[in-house]
């Protein structure tokens, strides 16, 4: 069964520092990995998602990669805002299974200082 | 404006009582899901839906029913056989077809608490 695990738990940075977070998987066999933000008592908001094929994505100060021969996808938030104050949370898409039952990490709390 | 809309937001509930939180979505996608989420713990898969009329169970279906005869609604009962129905509740979509990506969309999540 495909585990996914995000550590660490939680991080505390000064703004303006960039941002790593970490996200591995047990199963190299993936059809997708996306990457959410949840900020507390909300739901989750999609940031990037990337096809097994692909080895990272872009968007604004977001970028995240994907290696699946290590089963490790990383989220790089550059130049950090107390606005990315948040719960990031990764979910891995199962190639044997590409409709459903996606496997979620628990997450990582982020919380950026002024 | 397309998105995911759950009510109620927060809901409480007596022992011995069902429930149902509504999801609605109206981005036209085919595959609706239903996730419970605790403290500390990664979301979990109660059920999901590919198409209108069918629907399968997830990780933890025990003590919850759903039904799927819109493709825009995936209403979910919380029934009095779950065990600890406290937690927060998240309604998702996909489109799932052809050479879409399969990319997850949320709704904003209803909070269930048992008295």
């Known amino acids: 069964k495909q585990e996914v695990t995000q550590i660490p738990a939680a991080l505390s940075v000064p703004e303006g520092e960039n941002l790593v977070l970490n996200c591995s998987f047990t199963d190299s066999a993936i059809y997708n990995l996306q990457w959410f933000r949840q900020d507390p008592g909300k739901g989750l908001t999609s940031l990037l998602l990337i096809q097994s094929s692909q080895r990272e994505q872009t968007s604004g100060r977001l970028n995240a990669s994907l290696d699946k021969s290590s089963g490790r996808s990383t989220l790089y938030i550059a130049a950090s805002q107390p606005g990315d104050s948040a719960t990031y949370l990764c979910a891995v898409r199962p190639r044997s299974d590409s409709w459903g039952k996606l496997q979620f990490g628990a997450g990582t709390q982020v919380v950026v200082t002024p | 404006d397309g998105g995911i809309t759950q009510s109620p937001k927060y809901l409480f509930r007596k022992e011995g009582q069902n429930v149902t939180l509504s999801c609605e979505q109206n981005?036209?996608?085919?595959?609706m899901y239903w996730y419970r989420q605790d403290p500390g713990q990664g979301l979990r898969l109660i059920y999901y839906?590919?198409?209108?009329?069918?629907?399968q169970k997830g990780d933890i279906a025990e003590g919850y029913s759903v039904s799927r005869e819109k493709k825009e609604s995936f209403p979910l009962t919380v029934t009095s056989a779950q065990k600890n129905p406290t937690a927060f509740y998240l309604c998702?979509?996909?489109?799932?077809?052809?050479?879409?990506?399969?990319?997850?969309?949320f709704g904003e999540g209803s909070r269930l608490t048992v008295l």
């Open positions: 839906s590919q198409i209108v009329n069918d629907f």
């Open positions: 998702a979509s996909s489109i799932d077809r052809g050479s879409n990506t399969g990319e997850l969309f």
């Open positions: 981005l036209n996608h085919d595959a």
